[in-house]
């Protein structure tokens, strides 16, 4: 039963008008990025010119859809399969205490140096198709945004789901961006967590390290500043892989549900608005 609407405390100007305008607002900011920077030029002030979208290009394509899906499969996979730390988390306010697998760190490494021997040392990998296909990768990533979502909310219904306060008001448009359950699971899966940090932060690295291999194959070389911004970020990834466990005592893993706000920007804010700059170094 739903928290009474005149007495529940709504976040983000709920229950209606600010959810739908974040729901539709920032995927909308995510292709304006791309309108305002691109191939065909950048944004300008003065005087004011906007390039728009380059010639010819799609926003969807089934080969975008499938690398998006297959991205998923992989981290989803590497996660499962290779070794991690087993870590309790924070009790829940019903007495349990989930148990978490934490190896994002390995997972990371195994992806992210595998991806530079084949594409930089053997030569094998075009890396830089993900810069050629960043609009349809920035697609397929919302569409599974979405579905997520709708899985989610579907979900939260079951019999025995600990929901998460914020996110039960009643109202299902408010409910569905928020998130209803705190922790939904697959079996001992926990989907928040993985979320908030494998196939998000790991594809942002993965995009700026494409990005840099589309410049050295156009070069030869890749430059310093595309070099700093790939390390830095590197950096700051890792940084938050190797601290994993701290990420069980964020609000994000203790109150909040795990709604369209966690999901899309996990798996398409967070890859596809951080790596801006090194396309930008690209265009």
Partial sequence: MGAKKDAFHYEFEGPYMGPIGVILGLPAVCYLLVFACNSSGCLTLQPL?????????????????????G???????????????????????????????????????????????????????????????YVPLLTGSLIISFALSFYLYLSSVKKGALLAPGGNSGVAVYDFFMGRELNPRVGGFDLKEFCELYPGL??????????????????GA??????????FHLLYVADAMYNEKSILTTMDITSDGFGYMLAFGDLTWVPFTYSLQARVLVD
């Fill in 71 to 133: 991205w998923m499969a992989l981290m989803i996979g590497l996660h499962l399969v290779l070794p991690g730390q087993r870590v309790k988390g924070v009790k829940l306010s019903n007495g349990g205490q989930l148990t978490y697998k934490l190896n994002g760190l390995l997972c990371m490494a195994v992806v992210y140096l595998g991806a530079v021997y084949l594409g930089f040392v053997a030569n094998v990998l075009n890396l830089g198709w993900m810069y050629d296909n």
């Fill in 49 to 69: 010119q906007v390039p728009g979208f380059p010639e010819g290009m799609e926003f969807v394509t089934l080969d975008g859809i499938a690398w998006s899906l």
């Fill in 222 to 231: 890749v430059g310093v500043p595309m070099l700093l911004v790939n390390a």
């Fill in 202 to 219: 790991v594809g942002w690295v993965m995009l700026n390290l494409g990005c840099a291999h589309k410049q050295f194959t156009a070069t």
